[in-house]
């Protein structure tokens, strides 16, 4: 068999693996090693160390600086690709020629270039961007911020035509798929979803006396979710709510301290959230908007008992059968007190692994990576 080498370029350095992008990263770089795929890793770094863990994963990696401060933001292109650009990186590049894998718009400041165009170049989606941004924007409630959400949703709009310099696009959800397949009629794109942690299931029959909701609380969106459940759901229920996450903000400890059934906890490690995230009696889910393949959703099904949703959660996942879905606040109540007292029935994880086997295997799924590359 000739020997396959993938250049990776990533927006973070891929480990830890502890939040959503760099999840689907980490894994995919570890299971095309597990075929046999030699990938050699690029990666933008700004407050992560390098990694001997990737090193020993890779045939090499290559850490360069990201280009942060307000000079980078005078710029038409979006601030999160214009910050991660790199002359070291297109030499390297151009020492070969093996197919080069962007993960993310934020990593394809290069996939336009010129120098670069008779190769084959895979563009690895996460969500659509600028609808994403447009989101952070309505959500957000400091005006500065608010202004730059908006000043680089527009951007990303009006980059993503640079998407057609890629032979090959990979979408997390089949809702984003139609939407490329839509707007970039002339490519190939094709449905992969995330990579995952995941090599089997750890969920644990019974019952307990809390739910959770978990992600990273420094992003708006998520701080946002929190601060909806404590107070438009758990006000006034009997029942107790964790929360668990990096880096939570001031007014979410203080919001949280005001509610006697809702405990915070900041900065848990993997084995404390993991541990939360299997003896919950439900985790509790949910967004604001349907872009992408929330991974929270994923290890919640592995390694969770009960999972409530709201619709926009599953959107384009093909994961509502495993679900409990409430549209509203009104709805989640009843979810959580007809789930408090049901003892979970390992049974059911017969159907998850039915469901989740057939799209979500890492196995698999680098399997049709390199069908589609190779």
């Given at each position: 068999?000739?020997?396959?080498?993938?250049?990776?370029?990533?927006?973070?350095?891929?480990?830890?693996?502890?939040?959503?992008?760099?999840?689907?990263?980490?894994?995919?770089?570890?299971?095309?090693?597990?075929?046999?795929?030699?990938?050699?890793?690029?990666?933008?770094?700004?407050?992560?160390?390098?990694?001997?863990?990737?090193?020993?994963?890779?045939?090499?990696?290559?850490?360069?600086?990201?280009?942060?401060?307000?000079?980078?933001?005078?710029?038409?292109?979006?601030?999160?690709?214009?910050?991660?650009?790199?002359?070291?990186?297109?030499?390297?590049?151009?020492?070969?020629?093996?197919?080069?894998?962007?993960?993310?718009?934020?990593?394809?400041?290069?996939?336009?270039?010129?120098?670069?165009?008779?190769?084959?170049?895979?563009?690895?989606?996460?969500?659509?961007?600028?609808?994403?941004?447009?989101?952070?924007?309505?959500?957000?409630?400091?005006?500065?911020?608010?202004?730059?959400?908006?000043?680089?949703?527009?951007?990303?709009?009006?980059?993503?035509?640079?998407?057609?310099?890629?032979?090959?696009?990979?979408?997390?959800?089949?809702?984003?798929?139609?939407?490329?397949?839509?707007?970039?009629?002339?490519?190939?794109?094709?449905?992969?979803?995330?990579?995952?942690?995941?090599?089997?299931?750890?969920?644990?029959?019974?019952?307990?006396?809390?739910?959770?909701?978990?992600?990273?609380?420094?992003?708006?969106?998520?701080?946002?979710?929190?601060?909806?459940?404590?107070?438009?759901?758990?006000?006034?229920?009997?029942?107790?709510?964790?929360?668990?996450?990096?880096?939570?903000?001031?007014?979410?400890?203080?919001?949280?301290?005001?509610?006697?059934?809702?405990?915070?906890?900041?900065?848990?490690?993997?084995?404390?959230?993991?541990?939360?995230?299997?003896?919950?009696?439900?985790?509790?889910?949910?967004?604001?908007?349907?872009t992408g393949l929330k991974l929270k959703l994923?290890?919640?099904?592995?390694?969770?008992?009960?999972?409530?949703?709201?619709?926009?959660?599953?959107?384009?996942t093909g994961l509502d059968a495993l679900c409990?879905?409430?549209?509203?606040?009104?709805?989640?109540?009843?979810?959580?007190?007809?789930?408090?007292?049901?003892?979970?029935?390992?049974?059911?994880?017969?159907?998850?692994?039915?469901?989740?086997?057939?799209?979500?295997?890492?196995?698999?799924?680098?399997?049709?990576?390199?069908?589609?590359?190779?």
């Amino acid at each position: 068999m000739t020997e396959r080498k993938l250049h990776i370029i990533s927006f973070d350095v891929p480990y830890p693996a502890n939040y959503g992008g760099v999840i689907d990263v980490f894994y995919k770089i570890k299971t095309l090693k597990n075929i046999g795929v030699g990938v050699i890793l690029h990666c933008y770094a700004y407050g992560r160390d390098k990694s001997p863990e990737l090193e020993a994963l890779c045939e090499k990696v290559c850490y360069y600086p990201r280009r942060t401060g307000w000079r980078t933001n005078l710029s038409l292109k979006p601030y999160i690709v214009s910050s991660r650009q790199s002359e070291q990186l297109i030499e390297n590049l151009l020492a070969d020629d093996h197919p080069i894998l962007f993960e993310g718009l934020h990593s394809c400041f290069y996939l336009d270039d010129p120098r670069l165009e008779q190769r084959m170049k895979v563009y690895r989606e996460s969500n659509i961007e600028h609808h994403y941004y447009a989101h952070l924007a309505k959500a957000e409630k400091n005006a500065f911020k608010k202004l730059f959400f908006v000043i680089e949703s527009r951007r990303l709009k009006l980059y993503q035509q640079n998407l057609k310099h890629a032979n090959l696009m990979l979408a997390v959800s089949a809702s984003d798929t139609a939407y490329l397949q839509q707007h970039f009629p002339q490519q190939h794109v094709e449905y992969l979803p995330s990579f995952h942690a995941n090599d089997d299931f750890e969920v644990r029959a019974g019952k307990s006396g809390f739910f959770l909701y978990h992600g990273k609380l420094s992003v708006t969106e998520n701080y946002n979710a929190a601060e909806y459940l404590v107070e438009k759901v758990f006000a006034g229920l009997p029942h107790q709510l964790v929360i668990a996450g990096m880096d939570p903000p001031q007014h979410l400890i203080k919001k949280c301290n005001s509610f006697g059934n809702v405990k915070l906890i900041s900065n848990p490690d993997d084995a404390t959230m993991f541990g939360l995230i299997r003896e919950a009696q439900a985790n509790i889910l949910v967004t604001f908007q349907a872009t992408g393949l929330k991974l929270k959703l994923l290890n919640t099904l592995y390694k969770g008992r009960y999972c409530i949703v709201n619709p926009e959660m599953v959107q384009g996942t093909g994961l509502d059968a495993l679900c409990e879905i409430a549209a509203n606040a009104a709805e989640l109540k009843e979810k959580i007190t007809m789930l408090a007292d049901k003892t979970f029935d390992i049974n059911e994880v017969t159907r998850r692994r039915e469901v989740l086997t057939k799209n979500y295997s890492n196995t698999t799924n680098a399997q049709k990576l390199i069908e589609w590359i190779f």
